[in-house]
C-alpha cells in the first residue's frame, strides 16, 4: 500500500498565527464533523519565545479531509479582519 493511500494518514495542512485563529478554524472544521489535531508550540518553561519563530500551532487533519479542511482555512483566511476601538 503506498503511503498516500493510507486511510489512517494525517496531514499538517496549516500553521496557527494566533490563538484566535485557531479557535476559528477549529469551529468551522467541528462544523464540518472534520477531525484534526493542533499541536500547540507554546511552551511555559520559554514563555512562548519559539512561537515568533514557528507559529502558534500547527493544524493536521486526515488525509481524506485534506481538500476540504485547506478550503475552509483559505476562506477564512481571505475575510477581512477588523478590530474595533473602545473610543
Not at 503511503?3 to 485563529?21: A, G, K
Not at 479557535?23 to 519565545?49: F, H, S, V
Request: charged letters at 35%.
Amino acid at each position: 500500500m503506498d503511503r498516500q493511500d493510507n486511510p489512517d494518514r494525517w496531514v499538517r495542512i496549516h500553521t496557527f498565527e494566533s490563538v484566535f485563529e485557531m479557535d476559528i478554524i477549529k469551529d468551522a472544521l467541528e462544523r464540518e464533523d472534520i477531525d484534526y489535531r493542533i499541536k500547540e508550540y507554546r511552551d511555559t518553561a520559554y514563555d512562548g519565545l519559539f512561537i515568533l519563530q514557528k507559529g502558534y500551532a500547527s493544524l493536521s487533519v486526515p488525509a481524506e479531509h485534506e481538500e476540504t479542511a485547506r478550503k475552509i482555512i483559505s476562506q477564512i483566511r481571505s475575510l477581512p479582519y477588523v478590530v474595533y476601538s473602545k473610543d
